[in-house]
């Protein structure tokens, strides 16, 4: 009863059925092959394509949500992915919404991303954004990341962090290059015989 006018109005499948029992298995999506869904909780919808040419999975909201002040929503999906390696997520803006102002901010979803999916929503010019449960609300396209070398991936640095986590994480940390030329530039000062040490090598060390 509770997904029967959802139903009727198009917003979800008509072969949709609401989980009985919660198998948080990891769960291959139709018509694909590049990722995996696992679902959180009974109000889990696993994302799905209406056909197989399609481009994009629709992804759901899991619960009711009311957008800030701003027009911003941050919906809840209680779904996480996993990728093949090599892959990663976009969330992208349907058509249904662009029509209505509204708009998926952010989305990439990095493939060493462990967390519960969110879609950031905005609609500035109408702020009374309201989102239903059940309700698509974006679509999710996989991509292959051109740019990953065994040498580089490390799926365990970013876990369960998201929302800009990975600014803070590249500032907090320095890469090996960067460490072996402070350790030999502070090796120098230390060990020069010029007892006077500069202002610019004070703040070196």
Same mark, same amino acid.
């Given at each position: 009863?509770?997904?029967? =006018?959802?139903?009727?109005?198009?917003?979800?499948?008509?072969?949709?059925? =609401?989980?009985?029992?919660?198998?948080?298995?990891?769960?291959?999506?139709? %018509?694909? &092959?590049?990722? @995996?869904?696992?679902?959180?909780?009974?109000?889990?919808? +696993? =994302?799905?394509?209406?056909?197989? &040419?399609?481009?994009?999975?629709?992804?759901?909201?899991?619960?009711?949500?009311?957008?800030? $002040?701003?027009?911003?929503? +941050?919906? =809840?999906?209680?779904?996480?992915?996993?990728?093949?390696?090599?892959?990663?997520?976009?969330?992208?803006?349907?058509?249904?919404?662009?029509?209505?102002?509204?708009?998926?901010?952010?989305?990439?979803?990095? $493939?060493?991303?462990?967390?519960?999916?969110?879609?950031?929503?905005?609609?500035?010019? @109408?702020?009374?954004?309201?989102?239903?449960?059940?309700?698509?609300?974006?679509?999710?396209? +996989?991509?292959?990341?051109?740019?990953?070398?065994?040498?580089?991936? %490390?799926?365990?640095?970013?876990?369960? *962090?998201?929302?800009?986590? &990975?600014?803070?994480?590249?500032?907090? &940390? $320095?890469?090996?290059?960067? *460490?072996?030329? *402070?350790?030999?530039?502070?090796?120098?000062?230390?060990?020069?015989?010029?007892?006077?040490?500069?202002?610019?090598?004070? $703040?070196?060390?």
């Amino acid at each position: 009863e509770v997904t029967k =006018p959802l139903t009727e109005a198009h917003i979800i499948h008509p072969w949709y059925k =609401p989980i009985e029992t919660l198998d948080r298995s990891w769960q291959m999506p139709n %018509h694909s &092959s590049k990722f @995996q869904v696992q679902l959180l909780t009974k109000k889990a919808i +696993i =994302p799905n394509k209406a056909y197989a &040419s399609d481009a994009a999975w629709d992804i759901f909201a899991a619960e009711d949500c009311v957008a800030n $002040e701003n027009g911003v929503a +941050i919906v =809840p999906t209680h779904i996480k992915l996993q990728y093949e390696k090599g892959y990663y997520g976009q969330l992208k803006t349907k058509s249904s919404q662009a029509i209505k102002g509204i708009t998926v901010l952010g989305g990439i979803l990095d $493939e060493g991303y462990k967390g519960e999916i969110k879609v950031i929503l905005q609609r500035a010019l @109408q702020p009374d954004l309201k989102i239903k449960q059940g309700e698509k609300v974006a679509q999710l396209i +996989i991509c292959k990341n051109e740019d990953v070398t065994e040498e580089n991936v %490390h799926l365990e640095e970013r876990g369960i *962090r998201g929302f800009g986590s &990975s600014g803070k994480w590249a500032k907090d &940390s $320095e890469t090996l290059k960067d *460490r072996e030329k *402070r350790l030999k530039q502070i090796l120098n000062i230390t060990t020069s015989k010029d007892p006077e040490i500069t202002l610019e090598q004070k $703040e070196q060390l």
